[in-house]
């Protein structure tokens, strides 16, 4: 139905911002965590997301095969955190990342949900010191636009802020057309 990316910094106030779009939806809702708890920091992490999210959600552990989990899920509501981490898990297994953010965005395009991806935008610093750190950039850089060109709706965090960068389209009144919507010159 819909899908909506949602960018920005560490800490920007990404993840609050998708979980008050899901504020909005009536019904089941589906958490993808894309994120593995590999050490104390991330378990800590991992259960304050589990705390704000609150009751109301089915949780779906995805670090590998996001789009297998997007397919298999029936919720009409349905939240992934983050894109970031599910990038990182792929270089880390050493799979091949471009034909997953592909089966990604097929998945995107054939689901009936409203679907929330949360993203970093790890673009905006300094150029990093190792070819890793680079690749790693390049390859989130180039994901994130692949999903905003697919997405109905692109919003930029900053500091806590909502920006829209791409707004969905606003459909027709009931017996308007498109055009017969705008205002009229007499």
Known sequence: MSVTLV??????????????????????????????????????????????????????????DLAGAIAACKAPFILVDCLTLWLGNLLHYGRDADEAVSDLCAAL?????????????VGLGIVPENEMARSFRDLQGFANQRLAELADEVVFIAAGLPLTLK????????????????????
Not at 27 to 41: M, Q, R, V
Not at 109 to 121: F, L
């Open 167 to 186: 707004a969905p389209r606003r459909r027709p009144a009931s017996g308007q057309t498109a055009a017969s919507g705008r205002g009229r010159r007499a």
């Open 109 to 121: 395009s054939a689901a009936r949900a409203h679907i929330v991806i949360v993203s970093n935008e």
């Open 7 to 64: 960018l920005g910094g560490a800490r920007s106030g990404k993840s609050r911002h998708a979980e008050s779009l899901a504020a909005r939806h009536r019904g089941a809702k589906a958490y993808i965590a894309t994120a593995e708890a590999i050490d104390e920091e991330m378990q800590a992490r991992i259960a304050k997301h589990r705390g704000d999210r609150g009751d109301g959600w089915t949780t779906l552990e995805a670090p590998i």
